[in-house]
């Protein structure tokens, strides 16, 4: 089955500054990556996804990157902003409406 | 809409005891997903449905664990008899295509 690599597990950067996560997932035939942030108590919500026939997708202060010969996508957060701190899954499936294999997750941290 | 909805949104109960989680996808949402996180392994999937059909179980950790979706607005996650490991928060989720939109979550501690 598939298997998600999430790093790091803990992330801490001064407000303002750029954030990034990396994942690494096992199965070539996974082709649909999206990513939740979960704030605590809270559901995971999805805050941007990409597909494997895209190499980036932007959404204002977010971006992904999928590097499919590497098996791995990227995160990344721009002018980061204290409501950005939650933990943040990354997830691949193998598209359609397949169950999820979500990364261990990553503690986001903004310093004021 | 009202989104997913799950109920309880918290649940105690004793060691042995029955536990049954419900949910209610969206509306026109024919894929529905349950989930469970813990601290130790993350969000892991269970089992998931298409069209009220159970497509892949492979991730019910054992025998105590069940699920049914008898029509296209309600599906339940039952354990029998529960255990103090089964203590985590049990996500369901529905979705149309791709994006998967999760409930709030059954909050379960095993005493």
């Known amino acids: 089955g598939e298997n998600v690599e999430q790093h790091p597990s803990t992330l801490s950067v001064q407000e303002g500054d750029s954030a990034v996560i990396k994942c690494t997932y096992s199965?070539?035939?996974?082709?649909?990556f999206p990513w939740y942030k979960q704030e605590l108590g809270k559901r995971p919500q999805l805050i941007i996804d990409i597909r494997s026939n895209v190499g980036e997708k932007k959404d204002q202060r977010i971006a992904v990157t999928l590097n499919k010969t590497a098996k791995h996508f990227s995160l990344h957060i721009t002018e980061t902003q204290p409501e950005d701190s939650a933990v943040y899954f990354c997830a691949a499936s193998g598209g359609g409406a397949d169950g999820l294999t979500f990364g261990k997750g990553t503690h986001l941290i903004i310093q004021p | 809409d009202a989104g997913v909805i799950q109920s309880p949104r918290h649940e105690v109960t004793e060691m042995g005891q029955e536990v049954t989680l419900r949910c209610k996808p969206i509306?026109?949402?024919?894929?529905l997903f349950w989930y469970r996180q813990t601290m130790m392994r993350g969000l892991e999937l269970l089992i998931y449905f298409n069209n009220n059909v159970p497509i892949d179980d492979s991730g019910m950790p054992e025998d105590r664990f069940s699920a049914k979706m008898p029509n296209a607005s309600f599906s339940t996650l039952k354990i029998q008899p529960s255990e103090p490991r089964d203590s985590a928060v049990y996500f369901c989720?529905?979705?149309?295509?791709?994006?998967?939109?999760f409930g709030p979550g059954t909050r379960l501690t095993v005493l």
């Open positions: 989720a529905s979705s149309e295509l791709n994006e998967q939109f």
């Open positions: 509306s026109g949402h024919d894929y």
């Open positions: 199965d070539s035939a996974s082709n649909y």
